[in-house]
């Protein structure tokens, strides 16, 4: 279905060739995903398959690529559509009807599909992802989970043999994102179509089949195999890639590898890696934590309504201590984000109060709110307003009076701490959604305040990313600065957050340290979250207190 051979390709402004010497054959009806680090060319890659590339984004070729026979950058990008439907990372850019019914019709509007045919074929497309209900909704009043079903139904109503997903996980919470990748293994074994997905959450898309993972890093692909021969492997951890936790597990503990059939699958570990494992996590002492106390910031019996009917937050309550990095955890919709624009008074609340450092702010501006707690929002796009990115992160500064030799060398700083310094003569406009995520977190770092709001900060990252700015987040919780993330990410609750609350239906179920409540099934089902790899592992091997041995793996990882 696509094959290509000795090919590369150079982006017309670089000097160097992005893709170099890329051999690769998917077959008609495999299942594939392509994995590698920031910059390693899996975008590119993806943007040939779709032909993004030429027609986008202009280069130079070298060897061959055919897509179902066809040579894409030698046809128009409908015919290189017909053959490949692309699901993109940012829903909302790839809307185009006013309503759900009228975006899945758009293609078949272009086809000249009779509109008695065409609403049938509409209704068929949105009932195989289960959204028929919502055929008269606007696309913009969605979950993220829903997003990604309607983008899914209108490329469904094309006749393309190839599908193409740009990490379809990236704003979606774990249980969204396990019925997602549900639904497209679903369709696969529906339709056999070619399905190919970008993804960086390797833990949370090997829980589904695969008939191949292909590893590039560098722009050359350093490897290919099944599930199993990848993670069996170290490449991932060479590539700077992260991988699933129970495997990272098994390593420590330092299990036969070479022993297991199936790696992927955690149920199927065999009975000596299990014992080897058992008496890993009982000869370890567990470490004792130091809780933070020094309390900056309560919110009291918070209510808020959109439109004083019905309350999108219902008497919540909790505290931030000094140099704490809490998670607010959740569904897509439950309140999350709600929540902190609340507490920066973008939001404005009538029942409750926040209290910073022992001071009642309801009345504060928002101006004078934002000189101590910095938000970050999840859509970068809503906070960007400069064209250079030098200048969008010095922005605040500058209104802040600072000098320039200071605002260049705060700049700097950050430029580097949050991966974005070989980009900092870049226009904006020219990154891709991750990096932009980047740059808003930059822009509010540099300003130093007492509290962080982060509102999704790593989706998108890779690992080496994640791990950079996290760690350096880490460092600014180590000198006093309290941090508050929204994160639909795990693995990053568990490993960074010193403590975690819950949302659900605007209301708090839950406030505990991390490995209590990624273990409490009960919370992981009314919350829509995900039970952990490593939950799941020692389940498998019998232990019976699995939050103890979920904690005694991060304390080890620290």
């Given at each position: 279905m ?41 975008s590119?890659l ?87 209900e ?60 070619t ?140 309140g ?6 609340a ?10 109060n926040i ?23 999840q ?29 260049a ?65 880490k ?11 929204v ?16 949302l ?9 340290k ?45």
């Amino acid at each position: 279905m696509i094959s290509f051979k000795n090919f590369s390709f150079k982006y017309n402004n670089v000097v160097d060739k992005t893709l170099k010497n890329i051999d690769l054959t998917i077959n008609k009806g495999e299942k594939v995903l392509i994995v590698g680090p920031s910059g390693s060319g899996k975008s590119t890659l993806s943007h040939c398959i779709n032909g993004l590339i030429p027609f986008s984004y202009d280069g130079e070729f070298e060897g061959e690529l055919k897509i179902d026979n066809i040579i894409p950058y030698k046809e128009s990008l409908s015919d290189v559509s017909k053959k490949v439907g692309t699901i993109l990372q940012d829903q909302d850019s790839q809307f185009i009807g006013l309503s759900v019914g009228e975006d899945v019709a758009f293609n078949f509007e272009n086809n000249a599909v009779p509109v008695k045919e065409m609403k049938i074929k509409v209704i068929d497309a949105l009932e195989l992802v289960n959204m028929v209900e919502f055929l008269n909704h606007s696309p913009y009043e969605l979950s993220g989970g829903q997003k990604q079903r309607v983008s899914l139904a209108g490329v469904l109503g094309s006749d393309a043999e190839i599908l193409l997903f740009d990490e379809p996980l990236a704003n979606l919470d774990p249980a969204s994102g396990r019925e997602i990748m549900q639904l497209i293994n679903d369709i696969h074994e529906k339709t056999n179509k070619t399905i190919i997905i970008v993804e960086h959450r390797i833990e949370d898309v090997l829980e589904q089949a695969f008939d191949k993972v292909v590893v590039i890093n560098k722009g050359e692909i350093q490897g290919v195999g099944t599930p199993h021969e990848i993670l069996k492997s170290d490449l991932l951890v060479k590539c700077g890639l992260r991988e699933p936790l129970y495997v990272e597990a098994m390593k420590l503990a330092g299990c036969d590898i070479s022993a297991e059939e199936n790696l992927r699958d955690i149920n199927t570990i065999c009975d000596n890696n299990k014992e080897i494992l058992k008496n890993w996590f009982k000869d370890k002492p567990i470490n004792k934590h130091i809780n933070k106390e020094e309390k900056i910031l309560e919110v009291k019996n918070l209510s808020f309504s959109h439109d004083g009917k019905k309350n999108t937050l219902n008497d919540i309550s909790f505290h931030l201590n000094k140099g704490e990095i809490l998670a607010v955890l959740g569904n897509n919709g439950a309140g999350k984000s709600t929540l902190c624009r609340a507490i920066t008074g973008i939001l404005k609340y009538k029942e409750g109060n926040i209290f910073l450092n022992d001071e009642c702010i309801d009345s504060w501006s928002i101006k004078k709110k934002g000189s101590s707690i910095g938000y970050v929002m999840q859509n970068p796009n809503q906070m960007i307003s400069q064209h250079m990115i030098k200048d969008e992160i010095a922005l605040g500064l500058k209104c802040r009076g600072f000098s320039k030799e200071y605002i260049a060398e705060k700049t700097e700083e950050v430029l580097k701490i949050c991966g974005l310094y070989p980009y900092r003569n870049w226009p904006v406009s020219a990154l891709s959604y991750g990096q932009k995520k980047r740059v808003t977190i930059a822009s509010i770092l540099a300003i130093n305040p007492d509290v962080i709001i982060l509102d999704e900060p790593t989706a998108g990252q890779d690992y080496k990313h994640y791990t950079e700015f996290m760690e350096f987040i880490k460092e600014l919780s180590n000198k006093g600065i309290s941090i508050i993330m929204v994160t639909h990410d795990m693995q990053l609750t568990l490993e960074y957050c010193d403590r975690a609350i819950v949302l659900s239906k605007g209301e708090k179920i839950a406030d505990d340290k991390p490995s209590s409540i990624l273990t409490d099934e009960k919370i992981i089902k009314q919350a829509n979250l995900k039970e952990t790899s490593l939950s799941t592992l020692a389940k498998s091997i019998d232990i019976a207190n699995t939050s103890d041995f979920v904690q005694f793996f991060i304390d080890l990882e620290r």
